[in-house]
C-alpha cells in the first residue's frame, strides 16, 4: 500500500494479539498448568474483539477496558476480574520472555508496556465459610446417595475433596501415575505453590480410591462430556451450585470444603504445622524454604489416621453409610 514502508506493511504478519495469546497459552500447557482451558477459551473470546490480526504492541489500556466493561455492566464481576488478569498475565509473559538475556530468541512482540497493567483489580472478598460436624455429615450423606441422577466421578471427586483437604484441582485431575496403591499416597510432581506434594490419605479415602476403576486416559474423575480429559474444577462448582439452589445440600463452595478440612482437622487433634503440610501450604521461613528437605511422612500419616477416626466417629450416626 502506498505510504506505508516495508517494515510496517510485513509487521502485521508476526507479532499479533493471537500470535500473543496462542504463545502464551502454549506456555501454560508446557508448564503443566491446569488453567490452560479456561484461559485459552477466555482469550478467544478476548482476541475477536481487540483484533486476533492486530499487532499486540498496538493495544492500549483503552482497548482493553472495552473488553471488560460490558463483561462488568451484565453483572458479571467476577468474570471481568478474570479477564483482565489473563490479558494482564499474558503481556507480563510476553515482556518477561522477550527480555530474557539468557536467551538469543529475537523479539517477535516488542511491548514496552503492559495495557492491563494499571487496570484496578476487583476487590477481593475472603471466604469464612466452613461446614459444621451436622453439615459436613449432611453433605456426605448426600453424596453416598444422590437423590438425581449424576455423573457419579463428581461426587466422588467432592467426597476426596473433603476427605483430604486438598485443592480442588489437583484432586480433579488425579491420574492413576498419582496413585501409589499399596503405600496409599497420592503424589503430584508439579503443584499450585510450584512444589511437589504427596499426602498419605486417611483410608476412608483409600477405599474410595481403591473403589474407583480409572478409565481408559487414566483419570479417576474423567468428564462426563469428554473422557479423555479430566473433570473441571468449574464444572464441579456449578454441580456444587445446582445442588445448592436444590436445598439438598448446605450452601457451601469447593473452597469452603478446603476450609472445611482445615477447621475440623483441627477439631480432630491434628497440630496446624501438620495440617499446613497436608494441604501443602507454602512455608516462608528460610529453614522451611531453604534447608528443611525432611518429607514428614510420618506425621502427616499419624494426622491422617487420626483424621480418619474423627470422619468414622461422624459418619456413624444413624442412618449413615460410610460404604464407597
Known sequence: MQGRSIKTATDARPGTVGDLFDAYVEHLKSNEQSSWVAIEKSLK???KILGRNRLARDITADDVLGV????????????????????????????????????????????????????PTEPKIVGTRWLGEDEFVRLYRWLECPDTPVHPPYTRAVRALML?????????R????????????????????????????????????????PNEYGWFFPSAMDPTRPV????????????RQRDVIPSVTNRDLRRTWKT??????LPKEIR???????????????YDRWSYMPEKRAGMEKWNAFVECLLAKPGVSIAA
Open 232 to 243: 473441571s474444577a468449574n464444572t464441579l462448582y456449578s454441580f456444587m451450585w445446582r445442588q
Open 45 to 47: 473470546s478476548v482476541e
Open 68 to 119: 471488560l466493561r460490558p463483561i462488568y455492566a451484565r453483572g458479571k464481576r467476577a468474570m471481568a476480574d478474570h479477564v483482565r488478569s489473563y490479558i494482564r498475565s499474558a503481556y507480563s509473559w510476553a515482556i518477561k520472555s522477550e527480555h530474557d538475556y539468557r536467551t538469543t530468541s529475537p523479539r517477535r512482540f516488542k511491548v514496552v508496556a503492559n495495557p492491563a497493567a494499571g487496570i
Open 264 to 269: 475440623l482437622a483441627g477439631k480432630a487433634g
Open 174 to 213: 488425579l491420574h492413576i501415575d498419582q496413585w501409589d496403591a499399596a503405600e496409599r499416597i497420592i503424589d503430584w510432581s508439579k503443584t499450585k505453590n510450584g512444589k511437589p506434594h504427596a499426602i498419605p490419605v486417611p483410608e476412608l479415602a483409600a477405599d474410595l480410591i481403591a473403589s474407583i476403576r
Open 276 to 290: 499446613d503440610r497436608i494441604q501443602n501450604h507454602a512455608f516462608q521461613d528460610v529453614s522451611s524454604k531453604s
Open 164 to 172: 483430604t483437604g486438598q485443592r480442588v484441582e489437583e484432586i480433579a
